[in-house]
Structures are given as structure tokens and as C-alpha cells.
């Protein structure tokens, strides 16, 4: 079974970091492209970012642009998002997901989830 452990997330102040990771087991990983999305209180799911299976390209959502970063590293089957100068507006439950990137990201596989709150 496919499986998608997220973990990092928790309580930071208004202008913090946090690191989140995702560990993905059974699959492929070096062959699969990943990424995150989030869901806050009273708002549809929102996109946050894409990694490749190599790597090579990323693209984050224009509201995490400038602050987030996505990356990966295939020996650990792990990817992460980094997210600086975090605000309350980021508060959200956080998704790793992992599918196929071609011209858009098509997510096959999703994990629990992990809270991320901000405090103003």
C-alpha cells in the first residue's frame, strides 16, 4: 500500500518557520512527482506547490510564492516545504501528495495531514 506520513507541522508565531516532511512508502518515489496542498477553516482546498520526480521543476501557488519552498531528496523517499515568514492566513491542515506532473499536477495519493497554526 501507498503511504504518506506527514510531520513538522505545529504552533509557530507570526513572522516564523517551520519545515514540514512528508515520508512516502510504497511507490516509486524517484519516479513520482510530489507536492502539498492545505485546506483552512472555511475555505476549499487551496494548491501549494509541485516538485518533479527529478526535481527539476517546482511551482508554488501564487499566495506562498516568495516565502515557501518545495524540495525532495530521493535516497530518503522524503519532500519537503519549507515555509518562512509565516502569517495567520497560512493556517491550514497540510497535504503531501505524490501523482504525475506533466503540464499540471495530477495527484494519484494523499497522506493525513498536519495541522499548521499562526499566531498574530
Known amino acids: 500500500q501507498v503511504q504518506l506520513v506527514e510531520s513538522g507541522g505545529g504552533l509557530v508565531q507570526a513572522g516564523g518557520s517551520l519545515r514540514l516532511s512528508c515520508v512516502a512508502s510504497?511507490?516509486?518515489?524517484?519516479?513520482?512527482?510530489m507536492g502539498w496542498f492545505r485546506q483552512a477553516p472555511g475555505k476549499e482546498r487551496e494548491f501549494v506547490g509541485v516538485?518533479?520526480?527529478?526535481?527539476?521543476?517546482?511551482s508554488l501557488g501564487d499566495s506562498v510564492k516568495g516565502r515557501f519552498t518545495i524540495s525532495r531528496d530521493n535516497a530518503k523517499s522524503t519532500v519537503y516545504l519549507q515555509m518562512n515568514n509565516l502569517n495567520p492566513e497560512d493556517t491550514a491542515i497540510y497535504y503531501c501528495?505524490?501523482?504525475?506532473?506533466?503540464?499540471?499536477?495530477?495527484?494519484?495519493?494523499w497522506g493525513q495531514g498536519t495541522q499548521v497554526t499562526v499566531s498574530s
Open positions: 510504497g511507490l516509486t518515489f524517484s519516479s513520482t512527482a
Open positions: 501528495t505524490g501523482g504525475r506532473y506533466t503540464n499540471r499536477f495530477s495527484p494519484d495519493y
Open positions: 516538485i518533479s520526480w527529478s526535481g527539476r521543476f517546482t
